[in-house]
């Protein structure tokens, strides 16, 4: 094993860097948005004003995609808007060996290729690559924390304060157990020379038992304060957009209720195949992938009660409340809620693509399923006799993800031809933003009613808007733990699903809606079942 010379020149750049103040020029503002005096009304609130502590944030698995594409990006936004504090470094750590002007040129280039980098000021590329330093080694031994513990204390010399660390852990769920367990043995969980914080990414366990052996594993080093499991699509501006306008407008709290809502869609839609991963997605498949996580957590937010503050352990306790109340699904009703699917061969924005058993390391026959729509009963007194339907699936039309809340038609139909049920639908990506579909009189001489939508786009504020993880990482360090699910979120969630897999993957296929795939082509909504899961009297939105 070796490592990057590192010299006292190293760590006085390291101080430079670190009190660097970078300037502000992330906002786009679109030539519509202003007024015609240049002032845009919408971003008069908007501030950036939010900075943690100094600190050292170690990303295990710093060489996968994840951390190129995503991490690197997002932390180097928040630093070049000045979000970071006066003293802060990153420390990559993976089992690549290089030496740390590798990893800068590694790191530079990653940040280069990203669409996620926001548009770099002279200098900002040079400026930080400073503050990037890399270990290497087995993530089963001791070696590598001991130098990552170094690190640390290299930081507290160069920062001149306490060894405040968050750890990320961007790497296969395999070695989330092994990395906490390591960091433990070496101390670094430990909170009395400054906060230690340790981030998880998805997917948190395979199924019920094994997340929860996953949790018992995690708190025998870290206390749950410290433990941030991370689900990207909680820091989309408008999933927090769903709790500004459900309880900050008196017009729309008093209609969330089995009194007006008819049922609510929640839809993920990718338009992407496997793109690679098929040695994980064949293991995981469409219920762990989207179900389990993202679209539990949408639900939750949706049909949560208000919570009596706005601070994560009120949020999070409305949220385990819901899930709590959503009616099990034993394996002898899937057949009647849920509906699973798995493309074939189609056409997708005017190309041939090949189904998911040609696609490449895919087992032949495989019984994986890519598509799954499930209908949720709460029983409790809000939504006692409303379904939620959630679907996901690869391979559809378009890539979408949206909250529709679908209201009931009114009682008496005193206009000709029927009235169509108002939507309020939340676009979650890719065009973010808050749409309301209503009836309007057709101008003219006759009663002729005609559906009209009244849109909000969110580039009205004239910004742009900020990477998910970009949010949730600053959060992590800041110690706000709102958007990060709790140990007891995880565990009902995989309680919902489990009637679903153990149905799906079990050994008695009477339980088994269908089994016959490929059902559904390329380039369409998914498999038919999925028509009559929502019932002869609604529809599937046409996104």
Do not use: C
């Not at 390291?14 to 906002?27: N, V």
């Not at 845009?40 to 900075?51: H, K, V």
């Not at 100094?54 to 070049?80: M, N, Y």
């Not at 507290?156 to 660390?165: L, M, S, V």
């Amino acid at each position: 094993m070796t490592h990057g010379k590192k010299t006292a020149k190293d760590a006085s750049a390291r101080g430079e860097a670190a009190t660097r103040k970078p300037r502000k020029t992330r906002a786009r503002v679109p030539a519509s948005a202003p007024g015609a005096d240049g002032h845009n009304p919408f971003r008069t609130l908007m501030r950036r004003s939010r900075a943690p502590e100094p600190a050292t944030l170690v990303i295990f698995g710093v060489t996968g995609d994840l951390a190129k594409r995503k991490l690197l990006p997002a932390v180097f936004g928040l630093w070049q808007d000045g979000l970071l504090g006066s003293a802060f470094n990153i420390v990559g750590v993976g089992r690549q060996e290089m030496t740390d002007e590798a990893f800068k040129d590694f790191a530079i280039e990653a940040l280069r290729s990203s669409k996620e980098t926001d548009t770099p000021q002279p200098g900002a590329l040079e400026k930080f690559r400073e503050l990037l330093y890399y270990e290497f080694g087995d993530f089963a031994g001791d070696e590598v924390y001991d130098l990552v513990g170094r690190e640390l204390d290299r930081a507290e010399e160069a920062h001149g304060g306490r060894k405040n660390a968050l750890f990320y852990l961007s790497t296969p769920p395999s070695l989330f157990e092994p990395i906490s367990a390591g960091l433990g043995r070496l101390g670094l969980a430990d909170e009395s020379e400054g906060w230690r914080r340790i981030v998880i990414e998805k997917p948190f366990g395979h199924d019920l038992k094994s997340a929860r052996e996953l949790n018992d594993a995690l708190h025998r080093v870290w206390d749950e304060s410290q433990v941030y499991r991370i689900d990207h699509y909680l820091g989309k501006e408008t999933v927090q957009n769903l709790m500004a306008i459900r309880f900050g407008n008196a017009i729309f709290e008093p209609l969330w209720n089995r009194g007006y809502v008819d049922h609510v869609q929640i839809t993920a839609a990718e338009d992407l195949g496997l793109e690679g991963r098929a040695g994980y997605y064949e293991e995981a498949g469409v219920v762990r992938d989207m179900l389990q996580n993202h679209l539990m957590q949408l639900f939750a937010l949706t049909a949560m009660e208000a919570p009596a503050a706005f601070d994560a352990d009120a949020i999070r306790d409305e949220k385990v409340k819901v899930l709590r109340a959503v009616k099990p699904i034993p394996r002898g009703r899937v057949k009647g809620v849920a509906v699973r699917g798995q493309y074939g061969p189609g056409t997708l924005y005017g190309d041939r693509v090949p189904g998911y058993q040609e696609e490449p390391n895919v087992k032949p026959g495989s019984a994986t399923p890519t598509y799954v729509a499930v209908k949720l009963e709460v029983d409790n007194w809000r939504w006692q006799g409303v379904p939620f339907f959630l679907r996901t699936g690869k391979r559809l039309p378009k890539k979408v993800t949206e909250i529709a809340v679908v209201f009931k038609r009114p009682p008496l139909g005193i206009f000709p031809g029927g009235l169509e049920r108002n939507v309020l639908a939340f676009r979650i990506q890719p065009d973010e933003g808050v749409s309301l579909k209503f009836s309007s009189k057709s101008p003219g001489q006759e009663m002729v009613l005609r559906e009209v939508v009244m849109d909000f786009r969110y580039d009205a504020f004239g910004a742009q808007l900020e990477s998910p993880y970009s949010r949730l990482l600053l959060d992590a360090m800041l110690g706000d733990a709102t958007l990060f699910p709790r140990e007891d979120e995880v565990d009902h969630a995989w309680q919902i699903v489990m009637g679903i897999l153990s149905a799906w993957e079990g050994d008695s296929p009477a339980d088994s809606p269908t089994a016959d795939f490929p059902n559904y082509p390329a380039g369409t909504w998914g498999p038919d079942e999925a028509d009559e899961l929502i019932g002869p009297d609604r529809r599937w939105r046409r996104l």
